[in-house]
């Protein structure tokens, strides 16, 4: 089976620009989950997807949305970018069929530079 | 107190040593946790997994859980310089999928 893929893999912008990044889990997975690493504060949870809906949400502003489409391909979306922004981006997909707690697999990651 | 502490290292080990990477949660409601190994300038990549109290081997990794003690480590035999990453140490809280990680630990397995 293909891994987890996400688009684009580099990406710089500008402060106050909006960015937009696309997921695709492993076939068969219906759960995708949206991480942000930082060598400051590590990997943190910004939200989960499943079924189309938000089941799960991190600690971040408003700026930080998402949706998921109904094959399951997810897009997360930044607004008014700020130089905190830059980072690696982290889809993990998993299969969705128990409500949570399941074993989670990483795509490559999106590194946004924000000039 | 913070969710999960990990040594951040590094931890330098001699090839052919036993490595041993720990790490501590304070959640007492955590049924499931991970083992991730992260090359610089990559993805996290899932090593082990663990749920039951006591050790699962899988290779040269062996994963410890003592939920009394709120502790986890991983073990790694017989280290080779391509075991040189970070390993993150996760684990569920507040339900559906949000995995909450450590800040890893740095390991050098050094010729």
């Known amino acids: 089976k293909a891994g987890v893929t996400q688009t684009p893999r580099y990406l710089i912008k500008t402060r106050g620009q909006q960015v937009t990044l696309s997921c695709s889990p492993i076939?068969?997975?219906?759960?995708v989950s949206w991480y942000q690493q930082t060598p400051g504060q590590g990997l943190q949870f910004l939200f989960e997807?499943?079924?189309?809906?938000?089941?799960n949400k991190g600690n971040f502003p408003g700026r930080f949305s998402g949706r998921q489409f109904s094959n399951s391909r997810s897009e997360m979306n930044v607004s008014t970018l700020e130089l905190g922004d830059s980072a690696l981006y982290l889809c993990?997909?998993?299969?969705?069929?128990?409500?949570?707690?399941?074993?989670?697999?990483f795509g490559p990651g999106t590194r946004l530079l924000v000039l | 107190q913070k969710e999960v502490e990990q040594n951040s290292g590094p931890l330098s080990v001699p090839e052919g040593a036993i490595a041993s990477l720990n790490c501590t949660y304070s959640d007492r409601g955590s049924q499931s946790f991970f083992w991730y190994r992260q090359y610089s300038g990559k993805s996290p990549e899932l090593i082990m997994s663990i749920y039951s109290n006591g050790d699962k081997e899988d290779g040269r990794f062996t994963a410890q859980l003592n939920k009394a003690s709120q502790y986890v480590s991983l073990l790694i035999r017989d280290s080779q310089p391509s075991d040189s990453a970070t390993y993150l140490c996760a684990f569920f809280t507040g339900g559906g999928n949000k995995l909450t990680f450590g800040t890893g630990t740095q390991l050098k397995v050094e010729l």
């Open positions: 997807y499943f079924s189309e809906t938000q089941r």
């Open positions: 993990a997909s998993s299969l969705g069929s128990t409500g949570g707690g399941e074993t989670q697999y």
């Open positions: 076939s068969g997975h219906r759960s």
